[in-house]
């Protein structure tokens, strides 16, 4: 068990994203968010411009930085010395952002393979850094699940992501095994189950599996109506050690840790 789970709170700056009610139009309702999520009990929150799901198109730097923008200038002006990630796989995204708002958690989904200059600026502008296990994107991340043994091929990934990042000088990264990206329903559920397994790689672990269609989907639910096994699968992870859970009810998510940890 980890000895402190902190909750990212999500944050989406897109109409695409899966679940509407994490989803903020414009600055009032992203100022309202952001408050209300840390009175909740947020440890941090992460700020995503762009639908990562299964399906989405990523628009290009440019619609990602206007999006993403004008949050930033909230962040800037209204909540400094917060913690806060952002979502994105390119490194002139994390260069602009930086310098809006100083140092933050960059939260890459490909672990710096959409972007050759990824891990080089994360480690020279000395940012902590999300790698998450993907594969493909999202038109093809559906039809790249053939793994030998799930949770050994992942840990074979990071293994090999450990030493491209220490060779590029990064050195404050967290493992993300990828919830939801090239896995299916079964194998998603299988790395939960021996998500413990990935702690002896000695890394921090992050887990999101927020309202994905792995809580929902094998018990006939919807994304709106699956809270409480939500809970119950988050509680699970933060059991076997996770020490970060990404998760869109931070209320409910900390108060039912509370009851568990």
Same mark, same amino acid.
């Given at each position: 068990?980890?000895?402190?789970?902190?909750?990212?709170?999500?944050?989406?700056?897109?109409?695409?994203?899966?679940?509407?009610?994490?989803?903020?139009?414009?600055?009032?309702?992203?100022?309202?968010?952001?408050?209300?999520?840390?009175?909740?009990?947020?440890?941090?929150?992460?700020?995503?411009?762009?639908?990562?799901?299964?399906?989405?198109?990523?628009?290009?730097?440019?619609?990602?930085?206007?999006?993403?923008?004008?949050?930033?200038?909230?962040?800037?002006?209204?909540?400094?010395?917060?913690?806060?990630?952002?979502?994105?796989?390119?490194?002139?995204?994390?260069?602009?952002?930086?310098?809006?708002?100083?140092?933050?958690?960059?939260?890459?989904?490909?672990?710096?393979?959409?972007?050759? =200059?990824? &891990?080089?600026?994360?480690?020279? /502008? !000395?940012? %902590?850094?999300?790698?998450?296990? *993907? $594969?493909?994107?999202?038109?093809?991340?559906?039809?790249?699940?053939?793994?030998?043994?799930?949770?050994?091929?992942?840990?074979?990934?990071?293994?090999?992501?450990?030493?491209?990042?220490?060779?590029?000088?990064?050195?404050?990264?967290?493992?993300?095994?990828?919830?939801?990206?090239?896995?299916?329903?079964?194998?998603?559920?299988?790395?939960? =189950?021996? &998500?413990?397994?990935?702690?002896? /790689? !000695?890394? %921090?672990?992050?887990?999101?599996? *927020? $309202?994905?269609?792995?809580?929902?989907?094998?018990?006939?639910?919807?994304?709106?109506?699956?809270?409480?096994?939500?809970?119950?699968?988050?509680?699970?992870?933060?059991?076997?050690?996770?020490?970060?859970?990404?998760?869109?009810?931070?209320?409910?998510?900390?108060?039912?840790?509370?009851?568990?940890?």
């Amino acid at each position: 068990m980890h000895k402190y789970t902190n909750i990212i709170g999500i944050i989406n700056l897109n109409a695409d994203s899966f679940y509407r009610h994490s989803r903020v139009e414009n600055a009032e309702s992203f100022r309202a968010r952001v408050a209300s999520m840390f009175e909740e009990g947020a440890d941090m929150i992460d700020i995503g411009a762009c639908s990562s799901r299964p399906g989405s198109v990523y628009p290009g730097e440019a619609a990602e930085w206007k999006r993403l923008e004008w949050a930033l200038d909230e962040v800037a002006s209204n909540f400094a010395g917060r913690i806060f990630s952002v979502d994105t796989f390119s490194s002139e995204i994390v260069r602009r952002t930086y310098d809006r708002i100083g140092p933050f958690m960059v939260n890459d989904i490909t672990a710096g393979e959409a972007d050759g =200059a990824m &891990l080089a600026t994360v480690a020279e /502008l !000395g940012l %902590p850094y999300i790698a998450m296990h *993907s $594969r493909g994107n999202g038109q093809t991340m559906d039809s790249m699940c053939d793994y030998k043994d799930v949770v050994s091929d992942v840990k074979d990934y990071f293994r090999e992501f450990g030493r491209k990042a220490e060779a590029a000088g990064v050195t404050d990264w967290i493992l993300d095994p990828g919830f939801g990206f090239a896995k299916t329903a079964g194998q998603n559920l299988e790395m939960l =189950a021996r &998500l413990h397994e990935f702690m002896d /790689l !000695g890394r %921090p672990v992050l887990v999101g599996i *927020s $309202r994905k269609r792995m809580v929902w989907e094998p018990l006939g639910l919807t994304p709106e109506s699956c809270l409480d096994v939500n809970l119950a699968l988050q509680g699970q992870a933060a059991l076997q050690g996770a020490a970060y859970l990404r998760v869109h009810d931070v209320a409910a998510c900390r108060d039912y840790l509370r009851t568990i940890l």
